[in-house]
């Protein structure tokens, strides 16, 4: 599932010649014992492989005992790239916990950071383009064929200080059969960096918020930026329209994130090994409603400000939680760090928030004051003190 790809680096080598993740009789970096358990083994060292050297190599260099290894050392978890996936995972033993950060069918229907997006006034216009008059009738069958997805442009978006922004926000996906999901409550609203007008449909910093695209205009600001934190525009959206109105409109959201989810169910192949964090883009219109512009399937870990890395930093970091390598959850969490379960099977609810089995509120939480650090403390306490 995904369109827009964040980054990538390069493959560790061709796939039937790799190592396997965890070689079965090399054991699995503990030494408990093999087979099904009844109680999750817990685990004090964690080999990794990392391809990409931004902040998720940060942040697995800097979790504790965790040791990265390199070439065809044997693995515990990888964060992979796409071309690494499709060329081994077939060819690959993995023991009962290995992990690996993309589902085996994962895939990518467009390019990153804004790049290949345009726009037209017309239909016509789409079938003008599409004929391309500039090369020769012989040489058409030579040149390979792209994809491109066609969307309807919202004319009518919301706008604060005049300028278009959309929002960013994470979502976790650690099966699909069943499917479960956690919503990150922490994300942000890109800013576009000039005034919004439709009388130039050529001018990118006008209606393209990506930050790649943004950093590039004349008057971009660095220190200033282009983005708020999602609990700034939640608040923003709340004084503006009140609790009832921005309740509803997150609502929406999460049925957009929960919908979308559920239409590639049965194409996903799950695997236990594997786990996926998508980037939804979301723009919001006038009438605060929002629309899905595209599900990022290998969203961008690159930081584009010190407040931008600690948010990425602190999501990589629950992410690693929520996959659990040290065996420290019990399973029936509902929040891990600043992840909220929001689908397990089935709509999950908060607890408490009821009325008679009636009015469920959803465990949803994107935007609110994240309480992580309480919640992490308990989760992070050392292994000695856990055991009873």
Known sequence: MGTAGGESGPGPGP????????????????????GNLKHKEQRSSIRFKCVLTNTILDVLRQRPGWVEVKDEGDWDFYWCDISWLRE???????????????????????RSQGKGIFLFRKLKDIMEWRKDGNRADESKDEVAVESYVVQRYIENPYLIGGRKFDLRVYVLVT???????????DGFARFSNTRFSLSSI???????TNVAVQ?????????????WLMQQLRQYLTAKHGTEAVEALFRDMDNIFIKSLQSVQTVIINDKHCFELYGYDILIDKNLKPWLLEVNASPSLI?????DYELKCRLLEDTVHVVDMEGRLSGKEKQVGGFDLMWNDGPV??????????????NT????????????WQLLKPLSTQKK
Not at 175 to 185: H, N, Q, T
Not at 202 to 208: A, E, K, Q, T, Y
Not at 349 to 362: A, E, K, P, R
């Open 202 to 208: 050529d001018d990118h910093f006008i209606h393209l």
């Open 303 to 307: 930081a584009s400000s010190q407040e």
């Open 175 to 185: 099966s699909y059969v069943p499917l479960k999901a956690w919503l990150y409550r």
């Open 15 to 34: 796939g039937p010649r790799v190592r396997s993740a965890m070689n079965r009789g090399k054991g699995a970096g503990n030494k408990g014992p093999p």
């Open 215 to 227: 950093k590039t205009a004349p008057d971009y600001d660095p220190e200033k930026g282009c983005k």
């Open 349 to 362: 609810y908060s607890d408490g928030n009821f009325d008679g089995g009636v009015n469920l509120i959803s």
């Open 88 to 110: 081994n995972f077939g060819y690959t033993y993995m023991d009962e916990h290995v992990r690996v950060c993309h589902f085996r069918n994962h895939y990518e229907v467009a």
């Open 365 to 376: 939480h994107l935007g609110c004051i994240n309480d992580r650090k309480k919640q992490l």
